[in-house]
């Protein structure tokens, strides 16, 4: 017979594998899992995703340690390069990208940004990562347009001010003076 906690970890574990991972999103069409897989040689999924990122996974079970991270992010490749000055400039599809030198990190201009490809670990025994993450972005830059990004929030107006366009009428409802003191009386609006 089995024990409470033993009928407990069961139930645990049965509700957990039928608990359907959360749908990736949109932002996840900008590349596939296979073909990350084919670049890097090394089996992914979708693990986390938002509306301006897409994280792929290998199942490290299988003794593989590889995490791609694919985002739209602010800023300028050319304001990059004041911080990274080690990266060697390369070109993606027709645009300006900065390469890390252990080829981790792709940053690629865009009109509205920079895309930017994240390795961490290493691609299969043969397979050149500098090679892999540049095809990947080139495979990736055309699929951008047709991905909904998030409008960013318009900048808060200024705090309103008043205008100093008085109110005869509500001014006229208040005495000329107090206790024989003459008031001064403004309204603002």
């Known amino acids: ?3 409470t906690v033993t009928e407990a970890a069961m139930a645990i574990a049965l509700a957990q594998e039928e608990t359907p ?11 596939t899992a296979e073909e990350i897989t084919t670049a890097l040689g090394i089996e992914v999924a ?26 739209h992010e602010d800023g300028s490749v050319e304001d990059l390069k004041e ?5 060697t400039d390369v070109t993606v ?24 490809i994240q390795l961490v670990g290493a691609p299969a025994e043969g397979i050149d990562p500098a090679a892999a993450i540049t095809s990947l972005a080139e495979t990736a830059l055309p699929r951008l347009a047709s ?16 205008s100093f366009v008085g ?5 006229s409802l208040f005495p000329a003076t107090l206790g024989g003191a003459p008031l001064e009386i403004q309204s603002l609006t």
């Open 83 to 87: 911080f990274f000055t080690d990266y």
């Open 46 to 71: 979708v693990s986390e995703s938002t509306d301006v990122d897409c994280t792929y996974q290998a199942d490290f079970e299988s003794g593989a340690f590889l995490l791609v991270n694919v985002r």
């Open 167 to 171: 109110d005869p009428e509500l001014v």
């Open 147 to 162: 991905i909904p990004l998030p409008t960013p929030e318009p900048e808060p107006s200024a705090f309103p001010m008043p």
């Open 21 to 31: 991972a959360p749908s990736p999103s949109p932002f996840c069409a900008v590349l």
């Open 1 to 3: 017979p089995m024990d």
């Open 93 to 116: 599809a027709g645009r300006p990208a900065i390469l890390a030198p252990d080829a981790s990190l792709l940053f690629t201009g865009l009109d509205d940004g920079m895309f930017t």
